[in-house]
């Protein structure tokens, strides 16, 4: 009898458990233009430039490259000289939350990357095949001093 009680109450557990997995509701996706841009414009330091193990360029410093994603979808990269003097490249960019691209399309080139963002404080930028940009770009936010 005491086994009976146990097999119908697992059975009931079991049922409300498949019940709730399968009730169809939908899932919300993730946005990653916020976590981009913030809202309005970010400051992204180019730490490091690697071809796939091997790290081509590292920037420790304020000397290197920054991107700027604005939330409008406009990008700029240079140097902070360079983007303080208007003569930062300017390009457009475009996130596919979906699948987890990032696109940067410059006047004279196309990046094309799968991203990850790695901690709070990171951004990895993989190639894919139809990048005009063969290196994994890691980005971090400008730093606090």
Partial sequence: ??????????????????????????????????ALCDGNSKVWMLKSVSNGEIVVEENLDLNGDFLIFYLSGKVIKGKLIDISEQKGKIGAYEIDNENGYLTIEFPTEKWDFSFEFSYEDRLVLYPTTKSDNVQTLELVPFPEF
Avoid: H, Q, R, W
């Avoid at 086994?3 to 899932?27: D, Q, W």
């Fill in 1 to 34: 009898m005491k086994i009976n009680l146990y097999f119908k109450k697992l059975f009931i557990f079991v049922g409300l458990l498949l019940s709730a997995c399968a009730t169809g509701v939908p899932t919300e996706k993730i946005d990653y233009t916020y």
